[in-house]
């Protein structure tokens, strides 16, 4: 509408006149070619004025954004990847530990175990020990108290033969009766 407008004061008026000379009777309009380029020019500079750098600027933010975003993504993988290796290495080291512990916890109860058999074998050796010296004494003892019996035995026994004169038959009688008591003293 614009350009009809322009159109139509070239062809009036005397500065028109030169743009009407530009229009070819053949149909070619070059002086409609000539002001749609000025009015696209001007329009193209009014737009990388008000649109086109501020729509750049905009592009440029968000791009300096989403860089920022994947470094700070990247950042952030790799210091999952260190706290990862590290939770692993703690973790083996805990594994060892407690496979140290174990393994110590393992020889400490076998070496309680070796001190509780040799510490339970010399206290059987010992009381074996003590129950032979026991029954030597109690040996030595009883026979100590045979001899004693036999020889009070023997004195009775002696008293008697002295006293009257013994035969065959009165001695294995005596014999006996010394046997009885003796059995009646243990």
Same mark, same amino acid.
């Given at each position: 509408?614009?350009?009809? %407008?322009?159109?139509?004061?070239?062809?009036?008026?005397? @500065?028109?006149?030169?743009?009407? $000379?530009? +229009?070819?009777?053949?149909?070619? +309009? *070059?002086?409609? /070619?000539?002001?749609?380029?000025?009015?696209? %020019?001007? *329009?193209?500079?009014?737009?990388?004025?008000?649109?086109?750098?501020?729509?750049?600027? !905009?592009?440029?933010?968000?791009?300096?954004? /989403?860089? +920022?975003?994947?470094?700070?993504?990247?950042?952030?993988?790799?210091? =999952? #990847?260190?706290?990862?290796?590290? #939770?692993? =290495?703690?973790?083996?080291?805990?594994?060892?530990?407690? #496979?140290? !512990?174990?393994?110590? @916890?393992?020889?400490?109860?076998? %070496?309680?175990?070796?001190?509780? !058999?040799?510490?339970?074998? =010399?206290?059987?050796?010992?009381? $074996?020990?003590?129950? %032979?010296?026991?029954?030597?004494?109690?040996?030595?003892? @009883?026979?100590? @108290?045979?001899?004693?019996?036999?020889?009070?035995? =023997? /004195?009775?026994?002696?008293?008697?033969? *002295?006293? $009257?004169? /013994?035969?065959?038959?009165? +001695?294995?009688?005596?014999?006996?009766?010394?046997?009885?008591?003796?059995?009646?003293?243990?």
């Amino acid at each position: 509408m614009f350009l009809d %407008t322009f159109a139509l004061l070239a062809a009036d008026g005397g @500065a028109a006149s030169g743009l009407a $000379k530009l +229009n070819n009777p053949d149909g070619l +309009n *070059l002086g409609d /070619i000539l002001v749609t380029v000025v009015f696209f %020019t001007i *329009l193209m500079v009014l737009l990388k004025k008000f649109a086109w750098g501020p729509l750049m600027g !905009i592009m440029d933010q968000r791009a300096q954004m /989403i860089s +920022n975003d994947i470094d700070a993504a990247e950042k952030s993988r790799l210091e =999952s #990847q260190k706290l990862l290796e590290e #939770q692993r =290495s703690l973790l083996k080291e805990a594994r060892d530990d407690a #496979q140290s !512990i174990v393994d110590n @916890a393992r020889k400490q109860g076998e %070496t309680q175990r070796e001190e509780l !058999i040799t510490a339970a074998r =010399s206290e059987v050796n010992r009381m $074996k020990e003590a129950a %032979t010296l026991e029954i030597a004494t109690e040996k030595e003892k @009883a026979v100590a @108290a045979v001899r004693e019996e036999f020889v009070s035995l =023997s /004195i009775l026994a002696a008293s008697k033969v *002295l006293g $009257k004169e /013994i035969s065959e038959e009165d +001695n294995r009688a005596l014999i006996e009766e010394t046997i009885v008591k003796a059995g009646e003293g243990r």
